[in-house]
């Protein structure tokens, strides 16, 4: 039994080492694009079953956004990048649970590693995903706020710098400069939440996977026949909730981000 944390390089491209849970990422991809674009030309006035049971599952993940964001507009921008999210990260779950693809070896060296890995069982791939993420929820919040307010949200001086204005005045109040303390401190702390979602999303996301992978396999090298059958079914129901999880709170993020306080829009309007 051979459990590795990290994905195994199967072959190079020049310097770049092709690892076995990137190839299944490009050939899921591929796939994932094929029926895409084959179901969106194909599609009929009159749908039929299969259409129908797309058009479905389309209509039904844009209502839930929409319910989210409960703006049409934003629903619209963010649909695409949570609903792709969510379709690359449950097809990649499930891809998993096709049969033989373990049985499938090739020699890298002197050692045999698995043709094929679970993309969300390498870190770095979910890292990147996060990142995307992430970066994307700044990006919303940078554009929603302006560049002023963004950097206000994380270094807030306004109960500093009121403290002076006022002591220069000779109305010396600390309750203001404890105040104006706080909010720096609570803007240092919202630049810390924001990284730590890097951190909280794609361990969450690769953790869970990653940790189902290592229980089956000691399972099935234990006991291979009746054992790790009541937990096969507990690991399908993890790729989709996971899938799912990762996907929604991408949505809560950006939603959050998009909010404008009371403040600034009384702000906005009187500017």
């Known amino acids: 039994m051979n459990i590795s944390l990290s994905a195994e390089t199967i072959f190079n491209i020049g310097s770049f080492g092709v690892t076995n849970s990137f190839l299944w990422t490009v050939i899921l991809s ?3 694009m094929i029926v895409s674009v084959t179901i969106t030309r194909k599609a009929k006035k009159v749908p039929g079953k299969l259409q129908n049971i797309f058009e479905m599952i389309i209509e039904g993940a844009y209502g839930f956004v929409l319910s989210v964001m409960e703006d049409e507009k934003k629903a619209k921008k963010v649909f695409p990048l949570i609903f792709s999210m969510f379709l690359l990260t449950l097809m990649a779950n499930l891809s998993t ?7 499938i070896t090739i020699k890298s060296g002197e050692n045999m590693v698995p043709l094929f890995r679970s993309i ?30 963004y950097i206000g949200k994380f ?16 109305n010396v109040k600390f309750s203001i400069l404890a105040q104006g303390f706080l909010d720096f401190f609570l803007g240092f702390m919202d630049i810390i939440g924001e990284i730590a ?3 909280s999303l794609s361990f969450r996301l690769f953790g ?3 940790a189902g992978e290592v229980l089956l396999a ?15 079914f507990l690991s399908l129901l993890t790729a989709i909730v996971q899938a799912f999880v990762f996907s929604v709170l991408t949505l809560i993020f950006i939603k959050m981000a998009s909010e404008i306080d009371e403040d600034e829009l009384v702000e906005q309007v009187t500017m």
Do not use: R
Not at 97 to 103: E, L, R, T, V
Not at 121 to 148: E, N, R
Not at 159 to 166: C, Y
Not at 218 to 232: G, N, Q, S
């Open 120 to 149: 969300m069982a390498d870190y770095s791939l979910v890292f990147v995903m996060t990142l995307i993420s992430v970066v994307t929820t700044q990006i919303v919040a940078l554009f929603v706020h302006g560049p002023f307010g």
């Open 208 to 210: 869970n996977i990653f």
């Open 97 to 103: 649970f096709i049969p033989g693809q373990a049985a």
């Open 155 to 170: 270094i807030n001086i306004g109960g500093i710098k009121e403290f002076f204005v006022q002591a220069f005045k000779g």
């Open 218 to 232: 000691v399972l099935l090298f234990l006991a291979p026949f009746i054992l790790p059958i009541p937990f096969k």
């Open 197 to 199: 979602k890097v951190v």
């Open 30 to 32: 591929i796939i994932i």
